[in-house]
């Protein structure tokens, strides 16, 4: 999310979304956004979408959300500063003009193409103004006559403004050509006044420039035995004392720039690093990166308190385990579901709307009638698919009238077969060629409490029962690796027949066979348990496992 997009409110479903949860979060965008007061709503998904859902997506011509799986603090959430980049040349007299008017202790050096080169601190200029040994920097930093010229406010009355200066030391002019002749060498930059004597000596001395001050009227004869010998001329108005004061300030700010173990930070950081990573250093200012390196402002530790936290919609959800990571750090201001009341807190009040139907997007259907928006065919075709997944075409026992009834508005809507298009969502979704276990594991799987007991509950729904055979197959081994992988006591999965409308469930964890005993009164076999009659993880399988563990 970029600077442009730091007021938009995220509508996101649970992870490891399944078609409603994808379907919600696009349709109610899509709905906040047709009534809202300038606000921009944007959907989001915390996972992968599965195979249902893309074929849904594509067979309906929408976009997949933008994929978020964490929505903590980062950089781009808070005030950062816009100070502006300047180039590796620019001067250090230049330089601390530009923190003088700006009020900023630190300036970065940019590439014309905007990637950091390196940064300079009043500290550094400071410094540098008090290097004793600063006569011969013109030469060690390459500084061009240009610069000299600028800094001086001078005029460059000949030579070359793009020479730079290649070897040689900074010289007082003294008050005779006798007393010069022990003090300037070939190459010297010479500072003097008007004297022609004292100007004459200096060119014949092989000085690559002098420095007439207080404006003085420069000879033709002494500009051309210049130009003859190579010998610059810059004329200034400062005095002696003003111009040795100023030149060494003509250096370019590459030369003092830090350029090494620069600490950055990039938009995507998480607050909480950079709040670590700033602890440990000294800096007051440090730079923030695009994703492509390039330079997009400064942040200090006091912005880290401006922070602004992401505002989300939750759809199909409102359990703590299954909600986006980071949620925590966010702002909820409204959740839409037709789950169970689960475990989320929330830091101020908000709008909830949760009602007893068979899918998410049956409500957005409602809300969609309530406020007097036209549905698209789009927008009807993904919710009305929605709507035919969860409630398996129906068959669930969450499925109410009302479900059905929006689902086949919806579909005249589309332009669809309610049958015809439930059948090649369900077979696009138990295809299993070139899946891993792990993807097709988590295509729908959620987590659930009971106390301290973390248990996980996966399904997939089969109208073929050799794709379902296939897949109890692939899956089995990889039960015991889900107890690692998702941090929990136990886990279950549920391989559900459409057709027959029952469910086998495999299971793995330290007494998840005797839960699934107990609540079900019934007896594995083959570390299989056969339940005829339940295709519900909602309102058939979850209710009855907490139920037999808030008795134990």
Same mark, same amino acid.
């Given at each position: 999310?970029?600077?442009?997009?730091?007021?938009?409110?995220?509508?996101?479903?649970h992870?490891?979304?399944?078609?409603?949860?994808?379907?919600?979060?696009?349709?109610?965008?899509?709905?906040?956004?047709?009534t809202?007061?300038?606000?921009?709503?944007e959907?989001?998904r915390?996972?992968?979408?599965?195979?249902?859902?893309?074929? #849904?997506?594509?067979?309906?011509?929408?976009k997949?959300?933008?994929?978020?799986?964490?929505?903590?603090?980062?950089?781009?959430?808070?005030?950062?500063?816009?100070?502006?980049?300047?180039?590796?040349?620019?001067?250090?007299?230049?330089?601390?003009e530009?923190?003088?008017?700006?009020?900023?202790?630190?300036?970065?050096?940019?590439?014309?193409?905007?990637?950091?080169?390196?940064?300079?601190?009043?500290?550094?200029?400071?410094?540098?103004?008090?290097?004793?040994?600063?006569?011969?920097?013109?030469?060690?930093a390459?500084?061009?006559?240009?610069?000299?010229?600028?800094?001086l406010?001078?005029?460059?009355?000949?030579?070359?403004?793009?020479?730079?200066?290649?070897?040689?030391?900074?010289?007082?002019?003294?008050?005779?050509?006798?007393?010069?002749?022990?003090?300037?060498?070939?190459?010297?930059?010479?500072?003097?006044a008007?004297?022609y004597?004292?100007?004459?000596?200096?060119?014949?001395?092989?000085?690559?420039?002098?420095?007439?001050?207080?404006g003085?009227?420069?000879?033709?004869?002494?500009?051309?035995?210049?130009?003859?010998?190579?010998?610059?001329?810059?004329?200034?108005?400062?005095?002696?004392?003003?111009?040795?004061?100023?030149?060494?300030?003509?250096?370019?700010?590459?030369h003092?720039?830090?350029?090494?173990?620069?600490?950055?930070?990039?938009?995507?950081?998480s607050?909480?690093?950079?709040?670590?990573a700033?602890?440990?250093?000294?800096?007051?200012?440090?730079?923030?990166?695009?994703?492509?390196?390039?330079?997009?402002g400064?942040i200090?530790?006091?912005?880290?308190?401006?922070?602004?936290?992401?505002?989300?919609?939750?759809?199909?959800?409102?359990?703590?385990?299954?909600?986006?990571?980071?949620?925590e750090?966010?702002?909820i201001?409204?959740?839409?579901?037709?789950?169970?009341?689960?475990?989320?807190?929330?830091?101020?009040?908000?709008?909830?709307?949760n009602?007893? #139907?068979?899918?998410?997007?049956?409500?957005?259907?409602?809300?969609?009638?309530e406020?007097?928006?036209?549905?698209?065919?789009?927008?009807?075709?993904?919710?009305?698919?929605?709507?035919?997944?969860?409630?398996?075409?129906?068959?669930?026992?969450?499925?109410?009238?009302?479900?059905?009834?929006?689902?086949?508005?919806?579909?005249?809507?589309?332009?669809?077969?309610?049958?015809?298009?439930?059948?090649e969502?369900?077979?696009?979704?138990?295809?299993?060629?070139?899946?891993t276990?792990?993807?097709?594991f988590?295509?729908?799987?959620?987590?659930?409490?009971?106390?301290?007991?973390?248990?996980?509950v996966?399904?997939?729904?089969?109208?073929?029962?050799?794709?379902?055979?296939?897949?109890?197959?692939?899956l089995?081994?990889?039960?015991?690796?889900?107890?690692?992988?998702?941090?929990?006591?136990?886990?279950?999965y549920?391989?559900?027949? #459409?057709?027959?409308?029952?469910?086998?469930?495999?299971?793995?964890?330290?007494?998840?066979?005797?839960?699934?005993?107990?609540?079900?009164?019934?007896?594995?076999?083959?570390?299989?348990?056969?339940?005829?009659? #339940?295709?519900?993880?909602?309102?058939?399988?979850?209710?009855?496992?907490?139920?037999?563990?808030?008795?134990?």
């Open positions: 999310m970029n600077q442009q997009e730091k007021g938009k409110v995220m509508v996101i479903g992870r490891n979304p399944d078609t409603d949860s994808i379907c919600s979060a696009i349709a109610y965008a899509n709905l906040k956004n047709k809202s007061d300038g606000t921009v709503y959907a989001c915390a996972g992968e979408p599965n195979q249902e859902t893309a074929y #849904v997506l594509k067979r309906f011509q929408m997949a959300p933008r994929r978020c799986l964490d929505v903590s603090p980062q950089v781009q959430d808070i005030d950062i500063r816009q100070v502006e980049g300047v180039d590796g040349q620019t001067t250090m007299r230049h330089a601390w530009t923190m003088r008017d700006a009020h900023a202790s630190t300036l970065p050096i940019t590439t014309q193409d905007g990637h950091l080169e390196g940064l300079i601190t009043l500290t550094d200029v400071a410094m540098a103004n008090m290097d004793v040994d600063g006569a011969g920097v013109l030469a060690a390459h500084a061009s006559l240009d610069q000299v010229c600028r800094t406010n001078g005029t460059l009355i000949t030579g070359d403004p793009n020479d730079r200066f290649e070897k040689g030391k900074i010289v007082i002019g003294a008050a005779s050509p006798d007393a010069m002749e022990g003090m300037v060498q070939p190459g010297d930059v010479v500072i003097l008007n004297r004597e004292t100007q004459l000596c200096a060119i014949e001395l092989e000085a690559s420039c002098i420095v007439v001050c207080i003085s009227a420069v000879s033709r004869t002494i500009v051309k035995l210049a130009a003859d010998r190579g010998c610059a001329i810059i004329s200034t108005p400062y005095d002696t004392y003003e111009a040795a004061r100023l030149i060494n300030q003509s250096v370019p700010i590459c003092y720039m830090i350029k090494d173990d620069l600490m950055t930070f990039d938009l995507n950081t607050v909480e690093e950079a709040r670590t700033m602890g440990k250093v000294r800096h007051q200012y440090f730079p923030v990166l695009d994703k492509k390196g390039r330079y997009q400064m200090s530790r006091r912005n880290l308190l401006n922070l602004k936290r992401k505002q989300l919609i939750l759809v199909d959800h409102n359990e703590r385990t299954q909600a986006v990571e980071g949620f750090q966010a702002d201001l409204e959740i839409i579901d037709h789950h169970r009341l689960g475990n989320l807190e929330t830091n101020s009040p908000l709008y909830f709307r009602q007893p #139907v068979g899918c998410t997007s049956t409500i957005i259907y409602q809300m969609y009638g406020q007097g928006v036209e549905i698209t065919p789009e927008i009807a075709g993904i919710l009305c698919s929605a709507i035919l997944s969860d409630t398996l075409m129906f068959r669930s026992p969450t499925c109410t009238p009302v479900d059905e009834s929006a689902a086949r508005a919806l579909a005249k809507i589309a332009g669809v077969e309610v049958e015809k298009l439930a059948t969502m369900f077979e696009a979704g138990e295809n299993l060629t070139g899946k276990a792990s993807e097709v988590l295509q729908d799987f959620k987590v659930f409490t009971n106390g301290d007991l973390r248990f996980g996966g399904q997939g729904s089969y109208v073929s029962e050799k794709n379902r055979d296939q897949a109890k197959a692939l089995g081994p990889y039960l015991e690796e889900t107890l690692k992988n998702e941090r929990v006591d136990m886990v279950f549920m391989f559900t027949s #459409v057709l027959d409308q029952s469910t086998d469930v495999l299971y793995a964890g330290k007494g998840a066979e005797e839960l699934m005993a107990g609540a079900f009164h019934v007896e594995a076999k083959d570390n299989m348990f056969t339940l005829p009659g #339940v295709i519900s993880r909602k309102k058939q399988l979850i209710p009855a496992l907490i139920s037999y563990l808030q008795q134990q």
